[in-house]
Every structure is written in structure tokens, then in C-alpha cells.
């Protein structure tokens, strides 16, 4: 979504708006992220990037 934003195209003028709108009033848009339950969860979001990945499907 942050690359989406970044572009600064009509479609991040949209999604800016749509989440100001489901805000409403509720701060900016990094006082959201920061109110998240994973703020400080130290979670791990890194991946193994070696090829091929066995994937179970």
C-alpha cells in the first residue's frame, strides 16, 4: 500500500481518501499504524529468498 501511495497518482489520491474517510477524524494515517496490536509484537516478517521454495499445496 506505501508503494501505491508513494506513485502520488489518482489511484493513491483514492485509497488516501478512503482511509481518511474510515479515519474519520481518528488522527493521520501513521497514528493508525500506530495504535495497531502489533506495534512492539516484535514480529519477524523476514523470508528465505533462496530459489526454488518447496511449497506445499
Known amino acids: 500500500m506505501a508503494k501505491r501511495l508513494a506513485e502520488g497518482d489518482c489511484d493513491a489520491d483514492r485509497i488516501r481518501t478512503r482511509i481518511n474517510e474510515a479515519l474519520d477524524g481518528k488522527g493521520s494515517i501513521v497514528a493508525a499504524l ?9 514480529v ?13 499445496l
Open 44 to 56: 519477524d516478517l523476514t523470508r528465505d529468498r533462496e530459489l526454488p521454495r518447496d511449497i506445499d
Open 34 to 42: 500506530l495504535r495497531s496490536p502489533l506495534v512492539g509484537a516484535d
